[in-house]
């Protein structure tokens, strides 16, 4: 049982729609409130492509079990060495090392690419993933106050960035 890695295909959506979707209803990874349809989230997936921006695929047995990219952090053109990512993995597969790989691999392209620095933002009440990103040497820089509002409750934000350079 190998994770693979590679670059997504319009074939993955309705599989990355499903690990989204979940998040949306019953988590706090994704600040929305509705599901997102395929075609929203093809749209999505199209609009970091064509700006130059990685979005990766991991598969166990050949079986999409998460998903992983980077863009633009901010809109500004002072920010365009700085990127912003997300990586997620279906709830069967946490704890098998999909988010390692994704996050490995986005390290390795964000680098290859120029950057300078990648953020993360993460709901404070994910402290697995506040901790799994300080085990790949992303940094606690900032914590945001009641930034999002979700299941009837204000959520925090939690920023994490590392040096690429």
């Not at 890695?5 to 949306?24: A, T, V, W």
């Not at 989230?41 to 990766?56: A, M, N, S, T, Y």
């Not at 998903?67 to 365009?80: D, N, P, V």
Request: glycine share 8%.
């Amino acid at each position: 049982m190998e994770i693979k890695i590679r670059k997504y295909q319009k074939e993955d959506c309705s599989n990355i729609l499903e690990i989204i979707n979940d998040q949306i209803l019953n988590g706090t990874a994704l600040y929305d409130y509705q599901p997102r349809t395929l075609e929203q989230q093809k749209i999505i997936f199209d609009d970091k492509l064509k700006k130059g921006f990685p979005v990766l695929v991991a598969t166990l047995n050949e079986e999409v079990v998460g998903f992983g990219y980077y863009s633009e952090f901010r809109f500004r053109e002072a920010y365009k060495f700085t990127v912003e990512h997300s990586v997620y993995a279906h709830k069967k597969a946490i704890g098998k090392g999909v988010g390692k790989a994704l996050l490995t691999e986005l390290i390795h392209l964000a680098m290859k690419q120029g950057m300078h620095t990648m953020i993360g933002v993460i709901d404070s009440e994910n402290l697995d993933s506040i901790t799994f990103h300080k085990k790949y040497g992303f940094e606690q820089v900032g914590f945001l106050k009641e930034t999002g509002f979700k299941f009837n409750r204000w959520l925090h934000s939690v920023l994490v960035q590392k040096m690429l350079t």
